[in-house]
């Protein structure tokens, strides 16, 4: 077991990536410098078991993203007024610092998977790259097609970068994403499912998930002006809410439904199997990390959580 605050256990420079963070130090070693590079914060204390599980996880991933994240590892016991002011309630808990605000975080012990898509999805949000194979060019202009309804220029093109390289999560999930936007959700969704093993929990293929199940609900979709209608004659009619929320995301106004959801998640987050907080995720996870929607909807959704 690694213990934690072992130097030993750090490769060489790893001091630099990873630290020890005291209270005195907490405005400077993360606040301040998460407005350089995005800074994980691993709440724990000697005493937690799942803390001894999740901190070397935590450290082998950032070590793993080179540079593109650092990690301050804060002892609860010794920071209890940092842990007070950001309402740690129980450990282990992982915040997301970036440009001097929490952006993201998640409470007990995860997978190493949940872990690694935590992480590139900060490095994503941040700007970071993890490294370009010289397609990236074709890759952003294929984006831009989508945005601006050129379908089928995009679909050609992704299928060209992959005849080059057919492990390429971005051209997949782009791919996955042009079909859906065509209506092609079928075979969206087939060819989501043929891709390669080795990318299959990359960031792009978690969206490309997203986004086909935000496709499939809208199939299903009620009409708004109805929803709307029976949410101002009841607010706490949950079900209303939801099921306004899918038909707005249904109808492009991703916002407004990201709204609702936050709405129906304050006034009762557990209800129908905190089916609120699960729908917020899918949204998110169907965008890219940076989109406006996303930061705001996922710095709300965390300050609810650990409040």
Same mark, same amino acid.
């Given at each position: 077991?690694?213990?934690?605050?072992?130097?030993?256990?750090?490769? &060489?420079?790893?001091?630099?990536?990873?630290?020890?963070?005291?209270?005195?130090?907490?405005?400077?070693?993360?606040?301040?410098?998460?407005?350089?590079?995005?800074?994980?914060?691993?709440?724990?204390? =000697?005493?937690?078991?799942?803390?001894?599980?999740?901190?070397?996880?935590?450290?082998?991933?950032?070590?793993?993203?080179?540079?593109?994240?650092?990690?301050?590892?804060?002892?609860?016991?010794?920071?209890?007024?940092?842990?007070?002011?950001?309402?740690? &309630?129980?450990?282990?808990?992982?915040?997301?610092?970036?440009?001097?605000?929490?952006?993201?975080?998640?409470?007990?012990?995860? =997978?190493?998977?949940?872990?690694?898509?935590?992480?590139?999805?900060?490095?994503?949000?941040?700007?970071?790259?993890?490294?370009?194979?010289?397609?990236?060019?074709? +890759?952003?202009?294929?984006?831009?097609?989508?945005?601006?309804?050129?379908?089928?220029?995009?679909?050609?093109?992704?299928?060209?970068?992959?005849?080059?390289?057919?492990?390429?999560?971005?051209?997949?999930?782009?791919?996955?994403?042009?079909?859906?936007?065509?209506?092609?959700?079928?075979?969206?969704?087939?060819?989501?499912?043929?891709?390669?093993?080795?990318?299959?929990?990359?960031?792009? +293929?978690?969206?490309?998930?997203?986004?086909?199940? +935000?496709?499939?609900?809208?199939?299903? /979709?009620? =009409?708004?002006?109805?929803?709307?209608?029976?949410?101002? /004659?009841? =607010?706490?009619?949950?079900?209303?809410?939801?099921?306004?929320?899918?038909?707005?995301?249904?109808?492009?106004?991703?916002?407004?439904?990201?709204?609702?959801?936050?709405?129906?998640?304050?006034?009762?987050?557990?209800?129908?199997?905190?089916?609120?907080?699960?729908?917020?995720?899918?949204?998110?996870?169907?965008?890219?990390?940076?989109?406006?929607?996303?930061?705001?909807?996922?710095?709300?959704?965390?300050?609810?959580?650990?409040?």
């Amino acid at each position: 077991m690694i213990e934690l605050g072992g130097a030993q256990n750090q490769p &060489q420079g790893g001091q630099d990536l990873i630290k020890d963070v005291a209270e005195r130090d907490f405005m400077a070693e993360v606040v301040e410098a998460s407005k350089e590079v995005p800074v994980i914060v691993d709440f724990w204390a =000697p005493w937690c078991g799942p803390c001894k599980t999740l901190g070397p996880m935590l450290e082998d991933a950032v070590k793993a993203a080179n540079g593109a994240v650092k990690m301050a590892k804060v002892n609860v016991d010794e920071a209890q007024q940092v842990a007070a002011q950001l309402r740690i &309630q129980s450990i282990p808990t992982v915040y997301a610092f970036y440009q001097g605000q929490p952006v993201d975080g998640f409470q007990g012990a995860v =997978p190493q998977s949940e872990i690694k898509a935590f992480i590139d999805r900060l490095v994503q949000q941040s700007g970071g790259e993890a490294g370009g194979n010289g397609l990236d060019d074709a +890759l952003d202009a294929a984006e831009e097609m989508i945005e601006t309804g050129q379908h089928n220029d995009a679909l050609q093109v992704y299928q060209a970068i992959l005849g080059e390289d057919e492990k390429n999560a971005r051209a997949y999930g782009g791919l996955v994403k042009t079909l859906v936007a065509m209506g092609s959700v079928d075979q969206a969704e087939a060819v989501l499912n043929g891709a390669p093993a080795e990318i299959a929990t990359a960031p792009e +293929l978690e969206a490309a998930h997203a986004q086909i199940a +935000l496709a499939r609900q809208a199939e299903n /979709a009620g =009409p708004v002006a109805e929803l709307e209608a029976k949410v101002e /004659a009841n =607010p706490d009619d949950h079900q209303a809410r939801y099921d306004l929320a899918l038909a707005l995301q249904a109808a492009g106004e991703t916002e407004a439904a990201v709204n609702h959801l936050l709405e129906l998640f304050r006034r009762d987050r557990d209800w129908n199997d905190e089916a609120a907080k699960t729908q917020l995720f899918t949204i998110f996870d169907a965008l890219k990390p940076n989109d406006p929607i996303v930061l705001n909807g996922r710095r709300k959704l965390t300050s609810m959580i650990f409040a």
